[in-house]
């Protein structure tokens, strides 16, 4: 396992289009997280899931934002109509979520450019 | 709810000196304490991590820190930073018994220098 894998690593969207990012966490892990990184701060809490189970969204994660992990593996986030302050780093991470869940492992990340 | 406050934004240091970037947070509940490393466009990488036992902890690369319950501080400190150590360095906390939902700082630059 090659760790978490983030698609695409870069992206730029007009204004008002919508965008798709995907997220493959570690193979075993049950709990798959997404963040925000706008520049200059550290990540932002957004949502995250227990194998299928969407348990918790931040109130960062406005209507035009959805986020599904439908077999419990990957995971998709949509932004809708985006806005230039949508544009950020979009983190995955991912961790066990059982027993000792000490570690969250980062992705890559996808730049998100709103143009 | 947690909040981490990173005293510094940016700590130029020469290199082969010390260095310490510090790293204050607020709980109401126990937490797991964690330093992150980040290179220019790439993802998180963990340095150390606290969970409970002795308050000296060890990570990759060098770095240590130190947990210290009465200042509610997690200092990261190398003895000696080498050119690669060049990154931003994020403090983080999650409740105590998960890694989830990891409410972070704003990170510290640290720029080494010849």
């Known amino acids: 396992d090659t760790g978490v894998s983030q698609n695409p690593r870069h992206k730029i969207t007009k204004r008002g289009q919508n965008v798709t990012f995907r997220c493959d966490p570690i193979s075993e892990h049950n709990r798959l997280y997404w963040y925000r990184q706008t520049l200059g701060q550290g990540p932002e809490f957004l949502t995250y899931?227990?194998?299928?189970?969407?348990?918790?969204k931040s109130r960062l994660l406005s209507d035009r934002f959805s986020a599904e992990r439908p077999k419990g593996s990957f995971s998709t986030l949509e932004i809708q109509r985006t806005e230039q302050g949508d544009s950020a780093m979009y983190l995955c991470?991912?961790?066990?979520?059982?027993?000792?869940?000490?570690?969250?492992?980062f992705g890559q990340g996808t730049r998100l450019t709103v143009v | 709810a947690q909040s981490v406050t990173q005293l510094d934004s940016q700590v130029p240091v020469f290199e082969e000196a010390p260095v310490e970037l510090r790293c204050n947070y607020s709980s109401s509940v126990s937490v797991y304490l964690f330093w992150y490393v980040q290179y220019p466009n790439q993802g998180l990488q963990l340095l150390l991590k606290?969970?409970?036992?002795?308050?000296l902890v060890k990570g990759i690369n060098g770095f240590e820190a130190e947990f210290n319950k009465s200042q509610t501080s997690f200092h990261l400190r190398k003895p000696s930073v080498h050119i690669s150590d060049t990154a931003e360095y994020f403090c983080a906390v999650s409740p105590a018994g998960t890694a989830s939902k990891l409410t972070f700082g704003t990170g510290t630059r640290l720029q080494v220098t010849l």
């Open positions: 991470a991912s961790s066990l979520g059982v027993g000792a869940d000490t570690e969250a492992f």
């Open positions: 899931f227990q194998n299928e189970a969407q348990l918790e």
């Open positions: 606290y969970l409970s036992g002795s308050t």
